[in-house]
């Protein structure tokens, strides 16, 4: 087709064969797309189903294994994101780019600042351009403001500027909504309806179906890597979306387990977190796996740390065994009988230069110590202990952690908390980044402490893990909790699961 | 092989460091022989083990602090102090201990307030014990108009000048002495191990219930204590109240520990490798001063090897 003139429709940018492989996982698969100009073109998908990785191509952050870019009617390849914005490809990330100490027209010409032929600055130019750019967008900012005194809102203004400071054709907006209150967001659909009447394409990443409707001219669905279809918005109902973005069965690499679920142990009311959560009530129950479910930036992980002491909550009640827990300090929690696995084991779980035996042990150290002396044949035999009960694969016991695989990190990580004698687990990611042989084992573990009678509170972002793991699901939207799913009376399907976690309220919920 | 590898690994001394002291003794094998001056000389072993065991009771300090992910260069600053306040108030060998006393506490306040900025202010370290050093070098100048005042009692030089059994330096069993105390405390307590955990990963420190800034806070008392211990050390040696006692031995504190195998940047570090790094340092420098190069290539020399260790730490990193 051709792309001269000045054809407001027709093709600006085309996707061919797009394929990229990480170790392990295929990102994305033979992916064919293509943007109209001045269109709104959203991209959803589940977690993790390869809209990001597209994104970072086109932007220049990733290179693809094989297939083309075609865009403005040439094949192009884009070198890096310093060439991509130079073509007119601008992108916002989720995580703002902006240099917090810098003014708002620094930041607009960050790196492309203009000068004179001397090299100096030229200063009351950048901030000229930076009027202009303000009046454009009906934006009302001190172009010498700071950034780090912005609300968020103004800050992705900002970013915004910067990127049609380069007279973006395509903006990419990832996740733009997710840190905005409603008013907010109405003032961002006018600017990205502004800026598709001046013929700049938006592709817009979302997982929150209601923002898709209101905004989008067209769907692209994507799925495991590959493309699922792309509809016009009006053909679509939300129902058909949804199930798009799911499509597939769960696979049989669940154990199967004795249903023996006790007595509540843990009660959560009415917690909240100033901004991010909001009323949240819901118990746990001994022997049994409650799924924390929910889109990124739904406020799991923040309420993960509420409970486990690792930030403060601002009102709420967390009650264990029937005795009231205040705000606690992480080794509060510890002693209450809390334990946490967190997601990121490199960053948050393991010690990489130490061995499987100090990794084991340090949370629960004290045990081994006799007036401040480490003994080291109590703290081997039992590290020995937990090591063997988790079939945990190595040469020896000294090797030192890193040389671990995934899994049997993660099996560590499990040793150690279980060394603190904790009732209640708290797991965020259990099987990331963890091949699915050592997936299986992982799940067998997590069963087996059901069956001793501990609870575990499980986060996870694989539909699949927590539909097949769980007792009960809980789903956050937002802060709040959109559903919570009983698996005993019917296994609850990934469309439902997901229908609550996009907000998009099914017939569960209240 | 393998156990031999894991041995090793576990006794916080690298290979590296091994050879290099090998080449080392080797070095001054062969200075002796085509320079004709001898290392070995019991002479020359007396002058550099007693300078050593001062620098590397401080070093081992060190130690604590840079594996608990900071750096303190207020050792000097202290030394110098401790030295100073030592001359003008132990007017007789009977307040020599007394005094020793007050000088270690008011050491330790000074590392406490070194650990309070990296921790609870969460100022940068090479910053705050930087900053810390110059007002304390500040303080002691003002109170001493330049001028320090006082003398060393004859008990203390006696201590620091006479040897154990008419053989051993009374200054080398103390660094024996205090070598054994603290390689029991980082090697065998829980303290020693929470630190590694802190300066390797504080979030897993956090997470695991490791209370991580009564940790550090005390590494950088340790560090300070040992500082102001040699700054009287020195006094005792060199018999004179000096306003500048210990100047450089902040840098080769952490030379020390740096050779030894600590890490900047925290998680690494061992009291047996600060002792070997240390050695293989000065004996360098030794045998260089032996082989009558002029101080300035000494420098250099110094210098190389503290860069080269550094690369090699970081590139491993």
Redesign the interface.
Known sequence: MSTMGTAVTGSLLKFKDITKTFPGVKALDSVDMDFSYGEVHALVGENGAGKSTLMKILSGVFKPDSGSIIYNGEEVVIKNPHQAQMDGISIIFQEFSLIKHMSVTENVFLNREPVSRAGFLRFGKARERVRELMALLDINLDPDAKVMDLSVVQQQLVEIMKALSVDARILIMDEPSAPLTDKELKKLFSIIRSLKSRGVTVIYISHMLEEVFEIADRVTVIKDGKVMGTFPVEKLTKDNLVGYMVGREIQDIYPDYGKQIGDTIMKVEDLSCKGELEGITFSLRKGEVLGLAGMVGSGRTRLVQAIVGAVRRDSGTITVNGKVIDNISIIGAITEGFCYIPSDRKLEGIITSMDIVQNTTITSLKKFMRSGIIDRKKERIAAEKQIAAMQIKTASLFTQIENLSGGNQQKVLIARALLTDPEIFVIVEPTRGIDVGAKYEIYKLVRELTESGKAILMVSSELPEVLGMSDRIMVLNRGRVAGILDQHEKLSSEEELLSLAVGHTYSLSS | M?KIQ?KL??SGISIGLIVTFLVIILMAIAVNIVKGVNFFSLNNLLNVVRNYSMIAIAAMGQTFVIISGGLDLSVSAVMASSNVVAATYMTSNGLIFPVLLLCLALAALVGMFNGYLVTKRNVPPFIGTLGTSIVINGLRMIWTNGMPRGAIPDGLKNVCTSNFLNMIPNLFMMFVFIAIWYWFLLA????G??L??VG??P??A??????KDRIIITAYIISAVSAAFVGILIGGYTGIADNWAGKGYDLDSVAFAVLGGAVIGG??GSIQGTILGGFILLMITNLALLASLPLESQLVIKGLIIVTALGITARKR
């Open positions: 393998r894991e690994q576990r065998r307590t829980g303290y191990r929470r590694y955990v390797n990963n979030r897993v956090i997470l695991s219930g490791v209370r998680g690494a």
